[in-house]
């Protein structure tokens, strides 16, 4: 009687615990599948050895030299300079229009890839020093 | 030194709300504590009398840090740094309110009001449970009001004050200004609301969303109470009612931020995977988990523990988002996120407060919650019930794992795994909407058919045969509809390959199948008794949610695609996918062919006492073959335009279609004053023979022959002349093109004339000169105006059937309040 009861009791953990595994299984393949998705932050220099793959770059904007837009010539290029973390600078053409406050970025994080001596980028996200709004700059143009 | 103009009353006032509703939710934490550890009724009775008290003081000290943080705003008081960062003085009215929680401090505020009013209404209603579920309420409490009290504890800051004075803010305390007493004076106005965020849902949308995420505490008090009192069953049936109402809430909030983001086109649609959006959608998931398996527990009495599991992780998963958005922790991978103020470890504690003693107490008190021995029989609902439950585990799971990206980079540096296998920070996907959708379509599809199927199922068994029978005709309708769709629809979304398009339409399948089972189980199943069809109106919405997200998506299209640079640089090259082109110039009057129509901007226009800048572009459809007007309207898409940067933040102005919405953008206008230059360029000669072309910035000019009885405005014959008008074709970026006519005459033998013509809207100038018989050749002299004077490069979009999205939603919301009502209605 009891050895039938601890047989049906095992023979229930065994449906559940199929279930979690390929519940776990399933999460496992998906994990997997995605780290091979993930990207990884790299420089100028890194994404050129690795020309033709898309990575992030994050830098600051280089205001020695002027950025460019001209929709009567061209709508969807905009190109800018960017220095990285190790200081080299590079042009960075954009395939879009402008984007709007974009000199106001503190720092920018490019995605995309390495073309030759310039960096081609499909997309930009730019950091403010606080959420929707740039404290630093108000401050000192229009407290005084 | 005394400083002169500050109004100090309301922020001190304020901060002694915030104090005291602190004191007063630890008071009556330990109160309600007590309560549930006492046995003996008269003391029982004293302590409850005062946590009660507490409780309510806490509520109204946190009305009363509202309405003075109100008042400091309404009046402009820009001595407070709140005040003087998130408003100015011309901002309307009514985004005072979002100014109000567009920072930190004042989330946490409308957070903790809704805690209050939560709260509050279950001291009246719940009973018995009181007591255990209000010790966690009040303790969630403390935690909020912690958050608004801004003061040093042993050397660490606790909390941010709203009410902390310009002067004070740490990045002024040195500023020469402020060591005028008279500083005020200076102060003028202030920083002004961020123009994305002056938009009516952002009124709303933040109280929904915040009042979602409120109410998700309430499933978890119920759970923990449960466990703690070691009463393990009877916390069901109260907290029913709430599980729904919270998933209701917080799923209108989530999906009143994506129509916000749809209209304003801040993500460039409804839904970005942007990590905000998913750290509020991922609570989401696990709390539908959650009330399902608790379905399955009230029928059957299995999946006891994995509804508490669901129950506690969907708060916790609460309190991990607001860790991600608000700890600035998401900085590189967010465009929406908060920056950090300081307060990462004190948003850590809170969630581990929460999280250590419900998953501990889970663990420990395990062999106590009472479960089902018997196995779940494959054919009942229970079964898939649970099995549903994990699916949506797997895809918060998913979701949760991408978007905690800069969290695994956090503590692999932390625990010094990093510098051990010299690892890199790891980045987001580069095509991170791919990587999301590509998963969660499998998740969609598996969820859209258990959504179809599982109700025609029974607790326990269902009879074999019974499934099929009830289920045929439902299938083929859905398969036949299914079929016609895809006929009809032509969807052909290839970017990502057959493998994807193949997803798509079993994704199509899935959701239709979902409508159409909903639809029939409420005549089969309940036979049309429509007061108990709440979860299948709520399953026929979800069905339609699935088919507008898959439809409006697969078939976005943008119309405003600059295909004359295309040519030039070869469309077929691999850049063409990187650069989409998406955006297009429009000169003013010219029209320029997008998709169906001919777009047209006429100019802009500012109104008195608005600060924007209306663009006025106008859409015409005509009959290819008859030429015909089919349809017209003008749309007025605007922008806050900084003049002193010429930067640009617009807002779109959309058509809105039963089966489909047209976006336009502004994303780029000139600066007209700098464009106003003096125009210098010069006559380009060209020699042309019938058929030759030429090339200019815009397009290009073809001659297609002579024309020896030339007709013109600007030419009156007189007899004698020898006149030919050279016919002129000339292409632009678009299927458009125009025609002109420079004439060349002798008159009286001798005297050479040339009638220039011009295209006005294209700067063009064209001159007819010479006639050189010999070579059979003419000259052409071409001039191109620098530049245009006014011009706008705009972006157009069409989403096709995007309502059947948003009545999806709405289906679903009512779907769930008939349950919510019919679920109370059963109590009483």
Redo the contacts between chains.
């Keep these: 009687m009891l050895v039938s009861n601890n047989r049906e009791d095992n023979f229930h953990m065994k449906k559940t615990n199929i279930i979690l595994l390929v519940v776990i299984a399933v999460a496992i393949g998906v994990i997997v599948t995605m780290v091979g998705d993930f990207s990884t932050y790299e420089t100028f220099a890194t994404a050129r050895e690795k020309e033709g793959k898309e990575f992030h770059v994050i830098g600051k904007l280089d205001t020695l030299h002027a950025m460019s837009y001209d929709p009567t010539k061209d709508a969807n290029l905009f190109s800018f300079y960017v220095h990285d973390k190790t200081g080299e600078s590079h042009k960075v053409v954009f395939f879009g229009a402008k984007p709007t406050d974009f000199e106001k970025a503190e720092s920018v994080v490019l995605t995309g890839k390495m073309e030759g001596n310039e960096f081609h980028c499909s997309k930009i996200l730019m950091k403010c020093p606080s959420k929707y709004k740039d404290d630093r700059v108000a401050t000192s143009s229009k407290q005084l | 030194m005394k400083f002169v103009g500050e109004h100090l009353l309301p922020g001190q006032l304020g901060h002694f709300f915030a104090i005291l509703a602190f004191v007063a939710s630890m008071v009556a934490t330990v109160a309600y504590y007590r309560v549930v550890k006492i046995k003996e009724p008269a003391l029982q009775d004293s302590w409850k009398k005062l946590a009660r008290w507490s409780f309510v003081v806490q509520s109204a000290a946190v009305i009363g840090i509202f309405a003075c943080l109100y008042y400091i705003l309404y009046n402009h008081f820009f001595e407070y740094k709140y005040a003087w960062?998130n408003t100015s003085r011309d901002l309307p009215i009514q985004y005072l309110l979002s100014s109000l929680w567009?920072?930190q401090e004042g989330s946490f505020l409308l957070w903790s009001i809704w805690n209050s009013i939560l709260g509050i209404i279950l001291i009246r209603t719940s009973k018995k449970w009181e007591a255990p579920v209000m010790t966690i309420f009040s303790l969630a409490q403390v935690i909020m009001a912690s958050m608004l009290l801004g003061i040093f504890i042993l050397g660490y800051k606790v909390g941010s004050n709203p009410f902390m004075l310009l002067r004070h803010a740490p990045?002024?305390q040195l500023?020469p200004?402020f060591q005028q007493a008279n500083y005020m004076e200076?102060?003028h106005?202030g920083?002004g609301l961020?123009v994305?965020?002056q938009n009516y849902w952002m009124v709303i949308h933040p109280p929904v969303l915040f009042l979602g995420f409120a109410s998700m505490i309430i499933p978890f008090s119920f759970a923990f109470a449960g466990l703690w009192t070691r009463d393990y069953t009877g916390w069901i049936k109260p907290v029913q009612p709430w599980g729904l109402f919270a998933i209701m809430m917080l799923g209108t909030g989530i999906m009143m931020g994506a129509a916000w983001a749809y209209e304003s086109l801040n993500f460039g649609g409804y839904w970005a995977w942007d990590p905000v959006e998913n750290a509020s959608l991922v609570p989401w998931l696990t709390m539908v988990a959650g009330v399902h398996t608790l379905l399955a527990y009230k029928s059957t009495g299995h999946s006891l523990k994995s509804t508490m599991f669901f129950f506690f992780i969907s708060y916790i998963l609460i309190l991990y988002s607001s860790f991600l958005t608000k700890s600035g922790i998401l900085?590189?991978?967010s465009?929406?996120?908060?920056?950090d103020m300081g307060m990462s470890a004190q948003l850590l504690i809170s969630m581990g407060v929460f999280t250590v003693p419900s998953i501990a107490l889970l663990i420990i008190r395990r062999k106590e919650i009472p479960s089902v021995?018997?196995?779940?029989n494959s054919y009942s609902r229970e079964f898939w019930l649970?099995?549903g439950s994990?699916i949506l585990?797997?895809a918060a799971?998913?979701i949760t794992?991408?978007t905690s990206?800069p969290v695994w980079n956090k503590l692999l540096s932390l625990t010094g795994l990093k510098g051990l296998f010299k690892m890199?920070?790891?980045?987001?996907?580069?095509?991170s909407i791919f990587?999301y959708n590509k998963?969660q379509i499998w998740i969609a599809i598996v969820l859209g058919v258990l959504t179809a199927i599982v109700q025609f199922m029974k607790y326990k068994d269902t009879p074999r045969g019974q499934l099929t029978k009830k289920l045929a005709v439902p299938t083929l309708v859905a398969l036949l509809l299914t079929g016609l769709v895809a006929w009809k629809g032509t969807i052909t979304y290839d970017n990502y390959g057959a493998g994807f398009l193949t997803a798509i339409y079993i994704m199509l399948f899935a959701s239709i199948y979902a409508i159409v089972a909903n639809l029939a189980y409420i005549f089969i199943g309940l036979k049309g008794k429509i007061k108990n069809a709440g979860a299948s109106v709520a399953h026929i919405g979800f069905g339609m949610v699935l088919l507008g997200i898959l439809i409006s998506s697969a078939k976005m299209e943008v119309i405003s695609v600059?295909r004359m640079?295309m040519l030039n640089e070869g469309f077929f090259k691999k850049?063409s996918k990187?650069?989409?082109?998406?955006?297009?110039?429009l000169p003013k009057n010219v029209p320029i062919q997008m998709g169906d129509y001919h777009v047209t901007y006429t100019g802009d226009s500012v109104a008195q006492g608005d600060p924007k800048t209306y663009y006025v572009v106008h859409y015409q459809k005509k009959d290819k073959t008859t030429g015909s007007m089919l349809e017209e309207f003008t749309l007025y898409p605007d922008a806050f335009v900084n003049k002193k940067?010429n930067?640009?933040?617009?807002n779109p102005a959309s058509r809105h279609y039963l089966t489909k919405d047209i976006f336009t953008y502004v994303?780029?206008a000139?600066n007209k004053e700098e464009e106003a230059k003096s125009d210098t360029t010069e006559y380009t000669a060209h020699m042309m023979k019938q058929g030759d072309s030429v090339f200019f910035?815009k397009g290009f000019i073809v001659l297609k022959g002579l024309n020896t009885k030339p007709v013109s405005r600007n030419y009156v014959p007189q007899t004698g002349d020898l006149a030919v008008g050279a016919e002129l074709e000339v292409y632009t970026q678009t299927a458009d093109h125009f025609s002109m006519q420079p004439i060349y005459f002798i008159r009286d033998s001798s005297y050479q004339y040339s009638v220039e013509d011009t295209l006005a809207p294209l700067g063009l100038n064209v001159r007819f000169s010479k006639i050189m018989p010999a070579e059979n050749k003419i000259e052409l002299k071409v001039k191109e105006a620098t530049?245009?004077s006014d011009?706008i490069?705009m972006?157009a979009l069409i989403f096709p059937y995007i309502n059947v999205l948003w009545l999806g939603i709405l289906i679903t919301i009512m779907g769930t309040a008939m349950s919510i009502y019919q679920k109370i209605r059963v109590r009483k």
């Design positions: 960062r567009s920072d990045e002024n500023a200004i200076h102060i106005d920083n961020n994305t965020l900085g590189d991978t465009v929406h996120s908060f920056t021995k018997k196995e779940e649970f099995v994990l585990l797997i799971i998913q794992f991408t990206i890199d920070d790891i980045a987001p996907p580069s095509d990587h998963i600059d640079k850049e990187q650069n989409p082109r998406e955006n297009i110039m940067e930067a640009l933040s617009s994303s780029a000139p910035s530049g245009f011009y490069v972006k």
